[in-house]
Each structure stands twice: as C-alpha cells, then as structure tokens.
C-alpha cells in the first residue's frame, strides 16, 4: 500500500510538473505579458533568491536552448541570452534591463560551476615537496604565522608551533591536497590579525584544567586548544563539501556580483574559520576528542543558516573586525 501511495504520489507531481504548471504559466503570462523570466527578474532584487529562482526556470524549461543555457562556457553568457530573448520573442530594446539581469544571474551559476572545478582541481593536486613553487608556499606561510621564529629546518618539530602534526606539513595535506595550503596561506596573508589571534588562542591552556607553569612543561602537539593548521584544512573539507553540495550558492550568489571565483571561496573559508573558533569557545569542549562532535554541530548550523535565501556569510570579508573570544 505504501509503495502504491509513493508511486502515486510521483506520478501526480509528474502531472503537475508537466501540465498543471505548464498550462499556469501559460495563462500567466497570456495575463501579464511577460514570461517567467522576466516575472522573476523584474519581481525579484538581485542576489540568490533572483538566480535560484533563474536556475530552476532554465533547469524545468522544455527548450533545449534554455536547458543547456547553465552549462554554456562564460564568454558565451552573452550570446545565450540574445538567443534566449529571440526565443522568447523579447524585444532587447524595450526590455534593456531584462538583458542585464539575465546576464548576472546566468554569470553566477556558470561562475559557481566553473569554481567547483577549479577547487576539485586544487584539492586532487597533492603537495609536492620538489616542486618550488609548493615550497614556496609552506614556508611562506610559516613566516606569516610566526615572522619572528626563523625555522631551524624544513623537517623540523616547530611545524606543531602552528598546528601540523608532525615534523614534516606535507603528510598532513594528503587529505585537500593544496586546496589546504591555498586556504591556510590565504587567511594568514589576507587577514593576518585574524589569524594570529586564533593561532594564539589554539595553543592557550585552558585555564580551568591547568596551571601556567604546568602548561609551560607541554609540548605544541598536546595543546588543550586545537591544532591550527589541521583544523584549517578540516574547515576547508567543510567549505568544500558546502560548495560541491551546492549549498554554499545562496551565500555565493548574494555575495558575487557576477561569477564567483576562488577569492570569493577563500574568504569565505577564513570567515568559516573565525566563525568555528567562536564555536568551539562556546561549546567549551573537554579536550581536541569531542573536535567531530563540535565540527558536526558547526556544519550544521552553518547549513540552516544557509538556508536562507538572503543569507551572505561575509558580505564585505569583514573578517577582522569580528570579535574574537580569548580560549
């Protein structure tokens, strides 16, 4: 009986997808003189709620053109809207706004496409220690982290001193490749006091559990805190598990004017990691052994918020302006 439902279920919203909604739209737009494009462009601001409602248009259109519309190359977005507007009998000219919202939203979604490429791309690059320019990169992030602590030696223990978990960083990219290293390096470089300041807390004793001088006798690796640069590139599996899952296009979308590219995506992933700082201090977790618990309860929220058509995670990257709370 169960399945009967199901299968009925399906095949009234087959139905209506098909011919109710089809046959509405029609009528609406007999009524308005508009179709739904323009309903959405001209009834809606721009930002996420404007392109969602665009790509799930384009996406439902029984048009091949309009279909295959979310997937045209970029320097092609303007051609497919002419295309779009002589299929849809729109007159360019009387409707010049039409033409320019079209061209935002459909940069945005090809925008989002195209970054989650060029970020599968960088995380399926693995760190390379006899490439230079990889080199290059990890001990310029050590300098931004520590600028007044020369390294003894690119195998050393000081790596723990900014999160990693042994003496060589390398083995600890395996998992984002140098999707993690971008991140990291991009948040010391680009909101340095920011990130000072959270590598500061991460390695602080909590006070309730240990004394100064016994916390002086620990080494990096056991700080009560957590470990900088490993949750780094665990937050930057959160970004990229957002991004590829679609559901980080709501923030993208209010906060690109156009298409959204790997700048976007990193100051998201530096936001990401201030806002799980707060959290952490929040839940006040016994000891780095409750991290997935913590990180899960984190994803989470960050996913309701979401949610929210309107919602932008950092609309100016603001980043360093946010108060952070001492561990």
């Not at 051609?79 to 061209?103: C, V």
């Not at 599968?120 to 931004?144: G, V």
């Not at 909590?206 to 004394?211: A, G, I, Q, R």
């Not at 960050?302 to 949610?307: A, E």
Request: proline share 5%; hydrophobic share 40%.
């Amino acid at each position: 009986m169960k399945h009967f439902l199901r299968v009925l279920t399906q095949l009234l919203v087959f139905l209506y997808c098909k011919c109710l909604w089809r046959g509405l739209k029609f009528v609406i737009r007999k009524l308005t003189g508009r179709c739904e494009l323009q309903r959405i462009c001209y009834n809606n601001k721009p930002g996420a709620r404007r392109t969602l409602k665009i790509e799930s248009s384009l996406k439902c259109s029984k048009h091949e053109l309009l279909q295959s519309a979310i997937n045209v190359h970029p320097d092609s977005v303007e051609k497919t809207i002419d295309d779009i507007m002589f299929l849809k009998k729109i007159n360019p000219d009387t409707n010049p706004q039409l033409g320019i919202s079209l061209q935002a939203c459909l940069l945005q979604i090809v925008g989002y496409r195209n970054l989650v490429v060029e970020v599968e791309k960088l995380r399926r690059e693995p760190y390379d220690c006899e490439n230079p320019a990889h080199e290059e990169m990890l001990m310029k992030l050590w300098k931004e982290l520590r600028p007044d602590s020369p390294l003894s030696g690119r195998i050393s223990k000081q790596w723990c001193e900014i999160g990693f978990q042994g003496n060589d960083p390398k083995t600890d990219f395996r998992g984002m490749g140098l999707l993690g290293l971008h991140n990291l390096l991009y948040f010391a470089e680009h909101d340095k006091a920011t990130a000072l300041q959270v590598l500061h807390d991460s390695l602080q004793p909590k006070h309730s559990k240990m004394s100064k001088a016994e916390w002086d006798k620990k080494t990096f690796d056991k700080a009560i805190g957590y470990s900088f640069a490993i949750v780094g590139i665990n937050i930057t599996d959160l970004a990229y598990s957002l991004l590829v899952s679609g559901a980080l296009n709501t923030h993208l979308y209010n906060v690109a004017p156009e298409m959204p590219s790997l700048v976007h995506f990193q100051q998201t992933f530096c936001y990401l990691m201030q806002e799980f700082h707060r959290f952490w201090t929040e839940e006040d977790p016994c000891d780095i052994m409750e991290f997935n618990r913590v990180r899960t309860k984190f994803h989470k929220r960050v996913l309701k918020q979401l949610k929210n058509p309107d919602m932008a995670l950092c609309p100016h990257f603001t980043a360093s302006d946010l108060h952070l709370v001492n561990l």
